[in-house]
Antibody, heavy 118, light 109 residues
Framework: QVQLVQSATEVKMPGASVKVSCKAS????????IHWVRQAPGQGLEWMGI????????TYAQNFQGRFTMTRDTSTTTVYMELSSLRPDDAAVYFC???????????WGQGTPVTVSS | QTVVTQEPSLTVSPGGTVTLTCTSS?????????ANWFQQKPGQAPRALIY???NKHSWTPARFSGSLLGGKAALTLSGVQPEDEADYYC?????????FGGGTKVTVL
């Protein structure tokens, strides 16, 4: 069965970086894009970016350009997101979600809470 | 900056019908925006309901339907059940980037 399993909760200090993983299984890894989405406490969903595991090309939301990086490891079918220069307002749950080419979103990861606090 | 607007909240009676809309600040929503709809309950990851404006996933209950209506994407819940109480989000594609709507909280009362 299709699964996207994300890494565990992170607690970081302001100014630090965080790296979250999303391990894909149950399907052909390179056939689906992976998006990253975040949700601050009590707020809505915010689209962050997309990576094509087949080649590694990326598109970032304008709000995150410069301190947000997505990578993938095809040998372990894992996608990573790294957010640097963390601020308190980066505290959120970060989700990965799969898209079949052509705008078909289906499976989501369980989410990774990130706390930013001194 | 592109803004996608949804009704902040809607209330519906059990068994009733409610339509949620998704509006783009730039132009009318058409099929090229690949509208997706998601349901989210407290403490859970979102769940995909509709893709490409009108298409359901295999797990999407029949009472949910998507459409393009008057230049907007729309999600209609017919014969609403108590378990449909949740937040609903639309997602639109703008070329490369995607943008979520602000979400609609649906209360079943």
């Amino acid at each position: 069965q299709v699964q996207l399993v994300q890494s565990a909760t992170e607690v970081k200090m302001p100014g630090a970086s965080v790296k979250v993983s999303c391990k894909a299984s149950g399907y052909t890894f390179i056939s689906y894009y992976i998006h990253w989405v975040r949700q601050a406490p009590g707020q809505g969903l915010e689209w962050m970016g997309i990576i094509d595991p087949d080649g590694g090309s990326t598109t970032y939301a304008q709000n995150f350009q410069g301190r947000f990086t997505m990578t993938r490891d095809t040998s372990t079918t894992t996608v990573y997101m790294e957010l640097s220069s963390l601020r308190p307002d980066d505290a959120a749950v970060y989700f990965c979600v799969r898209e079949l080419h052509g705008g078909i979103f289906d499976y989501w990861g369980q989410g990774t809470p990130v706390t930013v606090s001194s | 900056q592109t803004v996608v607007t949804q009704e902040p909240s809607l209330t519906v009676s059990p068994g009733g019908t409610v339509t949620l809309t998704c509006t783009s600040s730039t132009e009318e929503v058409t099929g090229t925006y690949y509208a997706n709809w998601f349901q989210q309950k407290p403490g859970q990851a979102p769940r995909a309901l509709i893709y490409n404006a009108t298409n359901k996933h295999s797990w999407t209950p029949a009472r949910f339907s998507g459409s393009l209506l008057g230049g907007k994407a729309a999600l209609t819940l017919s014969g609403v059940q108590p378990e449909d109480e949740a937040d609903y989000y639309c997602l639109l594609r703008y070329g490369g980037p995607w943008v979520f709507g602000g979400g609609t909280k649906v209360t079943v009362l």
